[in-house]
């Protein structure tokens, strides 16, 4: 196999690797804080807030994926009358299933992250004359995120991965190129590179996470 | 400096104070003991509203926290909770902040100190309970007596007129609880004045200057240390007493 071989195959795969990045950074900086606010709504006081909040965790967590996003990209200009408008661009609609998935998973691993928090932190925040928002910022959320790092740093890792889904929908990524690849040359290389390149993502993402624990670590 | 009238206060069917009516003078230190599940803790926590009374007076210096069963707006709320600091069981230190951060954060947030003199009074009041080289430790990284020694400085930062603890010894190993009672005397021999609820009889004896003893939501008997721990009057007060001494 030569170098050139690997070069023309490794370009278009490059290039579905700049789309899998762009989904995953787009889903991770809007799930996060989307997640956190479904946390805070689950936890309203206002009971029929909170039961709309789970109900929509229950319904992102207990459908595929994958049927979410055919839903987003397929299903969604099939619904009659408003249809014709929910014509997306096939990217947009596929990062918007994304977005709404992840946003409950993170949901749960913030509401984990509050309930571990003890009672004890709200009472000597409050004795010392802290109101809400000073606690939540200054006491309750750094003492959140120590203990919600490794299990985002988990989600996030499995973000990398999904977003191989996109092949289903015929959004043109990573995967597909290595796929096309594969059946035009005939040769099964294509889908090493492909796992190397997934391989070094979710390295980056390991590392960059091994660093925010420790940044967040205290004792 | 505190009056308290009638507090009633039940968690459900179950009634965890009755009727509790006592006043507290400035200066005084009183020493609150009783068996477990009594109500000395509620009734502490009721007074630095973190709970809430379904009746009576709380009167603060002047101001009211509740009057009669209702509660004043927010703001005297806020302001008559200012004037207390507490002490907990657990210590309730910050854990993600140094030992400096955990005594800086309040005044910080709320300004209650000018900027420029929050880390003098940080090394005084380090200094005052014996930890002025722990400053940039973490709170996981010290014993539960020094945790309870920077609980009591954090409580201080805020200059408060009236301190509460709730068993600050309860949670140490006996051979630590010397160095917090010794700063809670401290204290009182400068004149702070606190309500302890505590176990420790011996200090109670040494450092209050009056014990309420309380059973079932309820003040059996109160006075100076010595009539109410050496002499008590009520049968009940005996028998904790001679329980306790076992
Ligand atoms: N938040 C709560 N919800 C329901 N019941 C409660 C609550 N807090 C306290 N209680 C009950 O109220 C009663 C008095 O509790 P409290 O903590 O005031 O007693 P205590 O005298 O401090 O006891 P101890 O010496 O064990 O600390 C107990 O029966 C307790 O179970
Ligand atoms: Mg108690």
């Known amino acids: 196999m030569s170098f050139d071989y690997i070069l023309t195959v490794l370009k278009p795969m490059l290039e579905g690797a700049q789309i899998t990045i762009l989904l995953f950074l787009l889903v991770i900086v809007t799930s996060i804080p989307l997640g956190f606010l479904v946390t805070l709504l689950v936890r309203s006081r206002l009971k029929i807030i909170s039961y709309l909040a789970q109900t929509y965790i229950y319904l992102m967590r207990g459908t595929p994926l994958l049927l979410q996003l055919l839903f987003f990209v397929f299903g969604l200009p099939l619904i009659p009358f408003v249809g014709e408008y929910l014509i997306l661009d096939r990217f947009v609609a596929a990062a918007l299933a994304f977005i709404l998935n992840y946003a409950a998973y993170f949901a749960e691993i913030f509401r984990g992250g509050l309930i571990s928090i003890d009672k004890g932190q709200y009472e000597a925040a409050q004795v010392l004359g802290l109101n809400k928002f000073q606690t939540t910022v200054r006491v309750i959320l750094p003492q959140m995120i120590r203990t919600v790092l490794p299990p985002v740093a988990n989600e996030s890792i499995t973000l990398v991965k999904d977003t191989a889904l996109l092949y289903a929908v015929a959004v043109p990524e990573l995967l597909h190129f290595a796929q096309t690849a594969v059946n035009r040359d005939f040769t099964i290389m294509p889908f090493f590179f492909a796992a190397i390149i997934y391989l070094l993502m979710t390295l980056v993402l390991t590392l960059l996470f091994k660093y925010l624990e420790k940044k967040f670590s205290y004792e | ?246």
């Open chain 2, 1 to 246: 400096m505190i009056e308290i009238e009638n507090l009633q206060k039940s968690f459900g069917s179950l009634q965890v104070l009755k009727n509790i009516s006592f006043s507290v003078s400035k200066n005084e230190v009183v020493a609150v003991i009783g068996p477990s599940g009594s109500g000395k803790s509620t009734m502490l926590r009721s007074l630095i509203y973190l709970e809430q009374v379904d009746g009576g007076t709380i009167k603060i210096d002047g101001d009211y926290l509740v009057k009669e069963g209702t509660y004043s707006n927010n703001q005297t709320i806020k302001r008559v909770t200012s004037k207390m600091g507490m002490v907990f069981q657990h210590f309730n230190l910050f854990p993600h902040l140094t030992v400096k951060q955990n005594l800086e954060l309040a005044p910080r947030v709320t300004k209650k100190i000018p900027k420029d003199e929050i880390s003098k009074h940080t090394e005084r009041l380090l200094e005052k309970v014996g930890l002025l080289d722990k400053m940039d430790v973490y709170p996981g990284n010290l014993s539960g007596g020094q945790k309870q020694r920077v609980a009591i400085a954090r409580a201080l930062m805020l200059q408060p007129d009236i301190l509460l603890f709730d068993e600050p010894t309860s949670a140490l190993d006996p051979e630590l609880t010397g160095e917090v009672l010794k700063v809670i005397q401290e204290l009182a021999e400068e004149s702070m004045t606190m309500i302890v609820v505590t176990h420790e009889m011996e200090f109670a004896k040494r450092v209050a200057d009056r014990i309420i003893f309380m059973d079932e939501g309820k003040i059996v008997e109160t006075g100076d240390p010595i009539s109410v721990l050496e002499n008590p009057q009520k049968e009940r007060t005996k028998r904790f007493l001679s329980g306790i001494e076992k």
